[in-house]
Nanobody
Framework: QVQLVESGGGLVQAGGSLRLSCVAS????????MGWFRQAPGKEREFVGA????????LYTDSVKGRFTISRDNTKNTVYLQMNVLKPEDTAVYYC???????????????WGQGIQVTVSS
């Protein structure tokens, strides 16, 4: 079966950096766009960014542009989310997802990871 497993989360001070990884199995990874989403306590899940199957293009929500970078290594079935200049408002559970389109709509993603906590202290 398809599995997406995130790692790399944790506690960091404001201004710091973290890199999340998501390893996929059970699917043809290089055929899927990969997205990152997050959900803060009491809020709805929101789009963070996505990367095309080839890695040739990316899409980000405005609040993370210039701070977060998504990349992928299709030889390792892994997608990354490099998060720099972290802010307390970035605190959330972060999810990776695999889908057919490189878009922000959650409905376009077929498979989801279990999520990983990122906490940014002020």
């Amino acid at each position: 079966q398809v599995q997406l497993v995130e790692s790399g989360g944790g506690l960091v001070q404001a201004g710091g950096s973290l890199r999340l990884s998501c390893v996929a199995s059970g699917l043809t990874f290089s055929s899927y766009a990969m997205g990152w989403f997050r959900q803060a306590p009491g809020k709805e899940r929101e789009f963070v960014g996505a990367i095309r199957w080839s890695g040739s293009s990316t899409l980000y929500t405005d609040s993370v542009k210039g701070r977060f970078t998504i990349s992928r290594d299709n030889t390792k079935n892994t997608v990354y989310l490099q998060m720099n200049v972290l802010k307390p408002e970035d605190t959330a559970v972060y999810y990776c997802a695999a889908g057919r389109l490189t878009i922000a709509d959650m409905r376009a993603y077929d498979y989801w990871g279990q999520g990983i906590q990122v906490t940014v202290s002020s």
